[in-house]
């Protein structure tokens, strides 16, 4: 096979896969551990943050969060069960819907930064030297074709 992968390349996939998920799982358990709701909800309150005025179609959210679209659409129902964020008929679409954070949603995210930058300063932090850090930041951002 030509274009097989070599022994450096898979090494250093499955290395990312087993990072992502290691990592994932401890700041997982920290927010759980804090008695925060799971790491989905964080992401998905910190990109409606960052659009408070307008809001994001459910469709943005999944784009931005990489959620699928069936659990992006149960975590907002939950979310707006939870007085996090609310629903808005879109003014550009009367058929389609906006999803904006609400006050409590602001204040829980900001809540659940506290642990969550503290688990990424203690899993991620304490191991990487701040140029290993940029390192990184650099590789990955050449994985995803985006800057840092």
Not at 18 to 46: C, H, I, N, T
Not at 53 to 72: C, H, K, S, W
Request: charged fraction near 30%; hydrophobic fraction near 40%; glycine fraction near 6%.
């Amino acid at each position: 096979m030509k274009d097989a992968p070599s022994p450096d390349l898979v090494r250093a996939w499955v290395g990312l896969v087993r990072a992502e998920q290691v990592l994932l799982s401890k700041v997982e358990a920290d927010l759980k551990a804090a008695g925060f709701p799971p790491l989905a909800w964080y992401d998905v309150l910190l990109e409606l943050s960052r659009e408070p005025e307008t809001g994001l179609r459910p469709i943005e959210i999944e784009r931005r969060t990489l959620l699928a679209q069936y659990n992006a659409s149960r975590l907002i129902a939950r979310l707006e069960e939870a007085g996090l964020v609310k629903r808005e008929a879109c003014p550009q679409d009367g058929r389609g819907q906006l999803v904006v954070i609400t006050a409590k949603g602001r204040d829980l995210r900001k809540r659940m930064w506290s642990v969550y930058g503290a688990a990424l300063s203690k899993h991620v932090g304490e191991k990487l030297s701040r140029p290993e850090a940029q390192q990184l930041a650099g590789l990955l951002a050449k994985l995803t074709n985006s800057s840092c």
